[in-house]
């Protein structure tokens, strides 16, 4: 296997709306919005781009963005499927159009208008389901959080993991979120405030889930040269890597002789290998975190500590501005916004530019996560 094209793209450009529970535009709008204000970061028009890449839940078209913003031809175009598993892959598969000379300039985007549209599993029958659902919808799980809560469960379970460890995540990405002027609940919380909160689907409370938002976020990318020559500082991706595993249900991977063993796993060993660098080389990190134990869990996969020291990993402030390592530096989908993960994205490229508003001192290499309850992937991004 050859390896990754390594520091063969750069993010030069971002671009985010307002985020909010009812942004008052359709997602087109909000889409196209951000993929202008990016280029505008970057100091480029959409006559220079060449190259987009989208999630495949995505409800605006390549062909729509193209003709309301005048891209005069697209050389590449795709998607990456799975939803909170597809946003660090999607600037991969970018960065790799880029590095095998496919396309020059490649703009990644999300918009996403979940806090005023709806949900999905509110209206979706439960008593007769096709494929894969079939084996855990008509049983009652039918939301994200019940499928997570499960996975919850048994790493408590299987390693102590309790309430409070939950507790010390949410109350530190909160911290993190107090700071962020973008953030849509910046009010401080302490441990008190996050235990006496609701239950959503038991063991996981308000607090331990997402903010559904309305938002879009866009990227530009493009080669080491050019970028050089831009309005910004240049962000290399270092590596990018997708997983999925054997034997994976997703969301709901309970049928597997280790149900904890998540897409992530697979997608980390396979970044610190095209990395050619580990977990003692990040400086911050950036954890997909529709649920609190999701960060529990990635700090084990992605071999910031061992299986079952993800909780007191947190409890002991390492998540925290000034701890071992600063996670979710933005408040990210717990406090800042959930757009699918992509303000990971964003917040992984403030703080190699040194702009965050919890800025880790002498911050190099940053690792961003996606969805590890889904086919997943994973980026490390670094200064040049």
């Avoid at 087109?28 to 202008?36: D, Q």
């Avoid at 990456?80 to 991969?92: D, I, L, R, S």
């Avoid at 493009?222 to 997708?242: G, I, M, N, Y």
């Avoid at 990040?282 to 997909?288: K, S």
Wanted: net charge negative; charged share 20%.
């Amino acid at each position: 296997m050859n390896d990754y094209p390594r520091d063969a793209a750069a993010i030069v450009g971002v671009g985010h709306t307002e985020f909010s529970k009812n942004i008052g535009r359709p997602e087109r709008t909000i889409a196209l919005e951000a993929i202008k204000m990016a280029l505008d970061d970057a100091g480029l028009t959409a006559k220079d781009v060449d190259g987009l890449v989208k999630f495949s839940l995505e409800n605006t078209m390549e062909v729509e963005i193209v003709r309301n913003l005048g891209i005069p031809n697209l050389s590449f175009f795709g998607d990456v499927g799975y939803g909170g598993g597809a946003g660090c892959g999607a600037v991969g598969h970018a960065a790799m159009a880029i590095a095998t000379g496919v396309a020059e300039t490649v703009v990644v985007w999300r918009a996403r208008n979940r806090g005023s549209g709806g949900r999905p599993w509110a209206t979706r029958p439960t008593n007769k389901q096709p494929g894969e659902m079939q084996w855990f919808l008509p049983f009652g799980l039918s939301r994200p959080v019940d499928q997570i809560a499960m996975l919850t469960r048994r790493h408590m379970i299987e390693y102590g993991t309790t309430q409070e460890h939950l507790g010390h995540v949410a109350t530190s990405v909160r911290e993190h979120a107090t700071r962020n002027p973008n953030a849509m609940m910046r009010k401080p919380m302490t441990m008190d405030d996050y235990l006496a909160a609701r239950w959503v689907s038991e063991p996981l409370r308000l607090f331990d889930c997402c903010l559904e938002s309305d938002g879009a976020l866009a990227f530009v990318l493009t080669t080491p040269e050019r970028a050089a020559a831009l309005k910004q500082p240049a962000v290399l991706v270092r590596a990018a890597s997708q997983g999925i595993g054997p034997d994976h249900l997703v969301m709901a991977n309970y049928f597997t002789a280790n149900p904890l063993d998540t897409p992530a796993r697979y997608a980390a060993q396979e970044l610190w290998r095209l990395a050619g660098m580990g977990p003692d080389e990040i400086d911050c990190a950036q954890f997909y975190d529709a649920f609190s134990p999701l960060i529990v869990i990635s700090l084990e996969e992605y071999g910031f500590c061992k299986p079952g020291e993800g909780g007191p990993f947190a409890a002991e402030g390492n998540l925290k501005l000034g701890g071992a390592l600063p996670s979710n530096t933005s408040g990210s989908s717990l406090s800042e916004a959930y757009v699918h993960g992509m303000n990971l994205i964003l917040e992984g490229v403030r703080q190699l530019r040194g702009t965050s508003t919890s800025q880790v001192e002498n911050c190099e290499n940053v690792l961003v996560t996606s969805g590890n309850g889904v086919p997943t992937s994973s980026l490390v991004l670094r200064k040049p």
